[in-house]
């Protein structure tokens, strides 16, 4: 039997829903007066920023001994991606995300999958090097936020794993140890929520090899997507490699001795944005400084107070010492969410940023932040959005009657439509048998009671017992009903935990790892074949499984 492998469904009705997301669509929003927003297919060739870094050699080298620093295994491709940063013409695709738990959530497959897809796109069209790189989002210390697993069990629905990395709060998760127990625990809750057989089985085994392999919770991260990756150049930044460090100096610099300027410049165009019809996302307070100093493991944040930096509890400087204190140790400083993307495209050749929608709609406000250290901005690609379902889920989805927008609704009211729309004949017609036996039941007793009054009550009795019969005859129905509808309802809810977990996008609960202990791990190779020819401008379905059998 022939199935289907993929479906493309418009944003409206699955997938991300925020206004910048979907304006980013629609060539004559006025995002794009904000955002230089460029579609899967067809991003324009940066030449500004090509120009700026053909004659960037020694830059290029401090790329280079930032990623092997790391002393990360590199495929053929990766190894070879690694060389061409040394070549003048070559560019980046870049993409980044917080280090979550086991890869995180699907959404970050997407984005380092549409960094590849588009590497090798560009690759072509340009005629020159692209390399794709993933961010590593390590410098961050909201460890709550990337300390948990979700994991779908038939028996239990969705059940959470904590890592127990929350405990450590103002550390960047750079800096967190992995610990065998916590390896151990892990297993023991797979064990537990996954279906026994192979594919669970070798999910384990692969996150026990990187797990060994592995000595912080960002080490794993990264080694997990290489590993992934493997067949392609993807390459990793972790930007608190000392080299990275230093190259991010002269942002830095600037920032320190203007250290209220940025929250001014996003000021300002927030209330653009606002007059264009958008509401801004950032808003920092006076003071607020865009980075953190790091004391003692501690990623902390730091105000202008009367002139001065403060580190509340630690230092109060001058700027100027704050300076120079800095440019003797640079590795004491990470940028915070907002300055990250313009370190980034300071200190990286990139060619074309990939972004979610939560990013589409904070970068909108940091136009005049890149024009003041006189950066040109890389061209923006929103990421791929996908669900993941099995051949069964899709079936099971036509049998109750649901359309893909109907994951979104209450239960109810799916029971409510599933019953409208299968109105059952049965009961229908046991509910017209005693209509018509009750109109029969009044016309005889009116007629045997003008001249055959002794037979009124044997005859009333008899038609109570037909009425009777068939109200039977109604509840064996009706409890049929009940017993289908329980059915449905559990199916309903089930659809829904897995294809529209807690209420939100699958890709923003399930990991990758999830689906490659329900599906196994030859089905992403696929996968990633197969998007190549996808325009990122519906949300994809994607159904692992061989397409004929």
């Known amino acids: 039997m022939n199935r289907l492998k993929t479906l493309m469904l418009p944003f409206d009705v699955l997938g991300p829903g925020n206004r910048y997301w979907l304006d980013a669509f629609r060539v004559d929003a006025a995002i794009h007066e904000f955002l230089p927003l460029a579609p899967l297919a067809g991003v324009p060739f940066p030449e500004a920023r090509a120009a700026l870094w053909r004659d960037a050699r020694q830059t290029r080298e401090k790329i280079r001994e930032g990623i092997t620093a790391s002393k990360f295994p590199l495929s053929s491709p990766q190894k070879q991606a690694l060389d061409e940063i040394l070549l003048p013409d070559t560019l980046m695709v870049a993409t980044g995300q917080q280090p979550g738990a086991l890869g995180g959530p699907l959404y970050t497959f997407s984005k380092i999958l549409t960094a590849v897809v588009l590497a090798d796109r560009l690759r072509e069209e340009w005629e020159i090097p692209v390399v794709p790189v993933l961010w590593d989002g390590g410098d961050d210390h909201d460890l709550p936020e990337i300390d948990q ?280 017609q046991a509910r017209l048998l005693e209509s018509q036996v009750q109109e029969a039941r009044s016309g005889m007793i009116e007629h045997l009671q003008n001249d055959r009054k002794h037979l009124v009550d044997p005859v009333d009795s008899q038609f109570g017992r037909i009425e009777k019969t068939i109200q039977q005859i109604q509840d064996l129905i009706a409890r049929d009903i009940a017993r289908r509808d329980s059915i449905r309802l559990a199916r309903i809810q089930n659809l829904k935990n897995t294809l529209y977990p807690d209420g939100d996008l699958q890709e923003r609960i399930f990991s990758l790892a999830y689906f490659m202990g329900k599906f196994g791990q030859s089905w992403v190779e696929s996968l990633i074949a197969e998007s190549r020819t996808w325009d990122g401008k519906n949300h994809i379905v994607y159904i692992p499984g061989e397409v004929n059998d």
């Open 149 to 428: 697993l979700i994991w779908n069990s038939l028996e239990k629905g969705n059940e959470a794993f904590h890592f127990g990395i929350a405990e450590k709060p103002g550390r960047p998760a750079w800096s967190v140890d992995l610990e065998t127990e916590q390896l151990e625990a892990l297993k023991g809750f797979l064990e537990g929520v996954q279906p026994q057989g192979d594919y669970g089985r070798n999910l384990i085994e692969l996150v026990s090899s990187i797990w060994r392999e592995s000595t912080t919770w960002c080490d794993f991260y990264d080694r997990f997507w290489l590993r992934v990756f493997e067949n392609c150049p993807l390459l990793v930044i972790r930007p608190w490699e000392r080299a990275f460090r230093e190259l991010a100096v002269p942002i830095l610099e600037t920032e320190i001795l203007l250290p209220d300027q940025s929250r001014l410049d996003i000021e300002a165009t927030s209330e653009l944005l606002a007059l264009a019809g958008y509401k801004p996302l950032i808003h920092k307070s006076p003071g607020t400084c865009p980075f953190f100093f790091i004391h003692e493991g501690q990623r902390l944040p730091v105000r202008e107070v009367g002139g001065d930096l403060v580190v509340e509890g630690v230092l109060q400087k001058s700027p100027d010492r704050f300076l120079q204190d800095y440019q003797a140790q640079p590795e004491s400083l990470s940028p915070n969410a907002t300055l990250r993307p313009v370190v980034q495209d300071a200190i990286l050749p990139t060619g074309a940023t990939v972004l979610g929608p939560s990013e589409i709609a904070y970068h909108a406000q940091l136009d005049r932040l890149y024009r003041r250290h006189g950066i040109p901005r890389a061209p923006i690609v929103p990421r791929l959005s996908m669900t993941i379902a099995s051949h069964a889920q899709i079936h099971r989805m036509e049998e109750t009657g649901l359309a893909w927008g109907d994951l979104q609704r209450d239960d109810q009211e799916l029971m409510k439509r599933a019953a409208a729309a299968t109105d059952d004949l049965s009961l229908a």
